[in-house]
């Protein structure tokens, strides 16, 4: 029997996830927050702006107005950046059905209240929608997916029922899924691996080697499973395909557009044009700052996410946040204090 699914957000994530779920049989409806981009999709049958060459299948199709996306949706997936979750969830919250698992497949921190999107989520949506919520996350470009190159992702959910169900949902002969009950280990991946792309990114620009990356990303790895352990989430997690998977694929994938921001940076190219180049949404420019002000409050020690912080907001010469970085004062390579929470969980 076929089943509906509304995706809400049609960037290029939000439209690889619409056609792997149609490309799997289902019958899927795409919301687009601007009506002209969602009339495009509509008369090419291609989202041309955000990930052309991939044809639509014939169940996904497009839609601006929430409720008819929703309506009758057995299946409510949110792919809007991280700076629009919260409007949207809240215009989304009375066409929500009941019942249905809600997959949240976006990764940030928003900026002010310093929140995940399961807390933005949870805050926003009923009551009664809180228990099915499930949260999408792991190394995925939406390129690879549409062409069908395999790919592995992880879900988590409190609710075991809520999380099998996605991942049966989500499983194809192309993209596996993996379950995790740490919604914490996993939204810190996913959110925080965009930050330390744009370090990545940045010191490719520069020119450096081979070492400096695989020091960027190991110390990168480290910064976030400490923010993840510090919320309650695990460093196991971390190691998996929502933490070491994903950091490495967009610290490293000519396709990360967080990346791309960096190594543009490295190369002496100011932010705003950079951005304005970009075409696409580049979460962790925003993200850092949210990253910045949580490690403060939250007195975790994050020095990568400042000098990105930094780079981004004050203006710093990459030249000098990476001479800063190389000039810290010696330690352990893992803070005592975290180890010792590690075991204790």
Known sequence: MTSKVAVLGAGAWGTALAWLLADKGDQVVMWARRRELGDAIRASRENARYLPGAALPEGLSCTHDLGEALGGADMVVFVVPSHATREVARAAAAHVPRGVPVVSATKGIENGSLMFMDEVLEQELPEAVRPHLAFLSGPSFAKELVSRLPTAVVIAARD??????????????????????????????????????????????????????????????????????????????????????????????????????????????????????????????????????????????????????????????????????????????????????????
């Open 160 to 345: 075991a029922r809520v999380r099998e169900h996605v991942m049966e949902r989500f499983h194809t002969s192309y993209m596996r899924t993996y379950a995790s009950d740490d919604i914490p280990g996993v939204e810190c991946g996913g959110a925080l691996k965009n930050v330390v792309a744009i370090a990545a990114g940045a010191v490719d620009g520069m020119g450096f080697g081979h070492n400096t990356r695989a020091a960027l990303i190991t110390r990168g790895l480290a910064e976030i499973a400490a923010l993840a352990m510090a919320r309650g989430g695990s460093a196991l997690t971390l190691a998996g395909l929502a933490g070491m998977g994903d950091l490495v694929l967009t610290c490293t994938g000519e396709l990360s557009r967080n990346r791309t921001v960096g190594y543009e940076m490295g190369r002496g190219r100011k932010l705003v044009d950079v951005l304005a180049g970009l075409g696409h949404v580049a979460e962790g420019v925003k993200t850092a700052r949210s990253a910045y002000d949580l490690a403060r409050q939250m007195g975790v020690e994050m020095p990568i996410t400042q000098e990105v912080f930094a780079v981004l907001y004050e203006d710093k010469p990459v030249t000098q946040a990476v001479r800063d970085l190389m000039a810290r004062g010696l330690g352990h390579e893992f803070d005592p204090r975290a180890v010792a929470r590690a075991t204790l969980q």
